[in-house]
Nanobody
Framework: QLQLVESGGGLVQPGGSLRLSCIGSGFTLDKYTIGWFRQAPGKEREGVSCIRVSDGNSYYPDSVKGRFTITRDNSKIAVFLQMNSLKPDDTAVYYC??????????????????WGKGTLVTVSS
């Protein structure tokens, strides 16, 4: 059973940074697209970044472009989301998900097959 574990969430002031990690438990991620999604209270879950691990192709929506960066480590067992210039609107539970390699450019939740349990990011002064 493929398992994903997120870490790195927490409380940060506006303008600050956080780095989230997503680790595949017992497998490598190189056969997948890995996505980061977030869900704020009362809102739908949205994709904030996706990466095709095999070649590093990545996608960002306009809401985070230039502030968030998704990377993978050389061993391809972890994917990271560096979040800079955080805003209160970035407050949400952030989830890591894995799907077929072809879906990196659309980054939609319905294309994802496996999900982590999420990590809470709170941006507040």
């Amino acid at each position: 059973q493929l398992q994903l574990v997120e870490s790195g969430g927490g409380l940060v002031q506006p303008g600050g940074s956080l780095r989230l990690s997503c680790i595949g438990s017992g497998f490598t991620l190189d056969k997948y697209t890995i996505g980061w999604f977030r869900q704020a209270p009362g809102k739908e879950r949205e994709g904030v970044s996706c990466i095709r691990v095999s070649d590093g192709n990545s996608y960002y929506p306009d809401s985070v472009k230039g502030r968030f960066t998704i990377t993978r480590d050389n061993s391809k067992i972890a994917v990271f989301l560096q979040m800079n210039s955080l805003k209160p609107d970035d407050t949400a539970v952030y989830y890591c998900a894995a799907g077929q390699p072809s879906i990196w450019s659309t980054c939609r939740e319905y294309g994802m097959d496996y999900w982590g349990k999420g990590t809470l990011v709170t941006v507040s002064s």
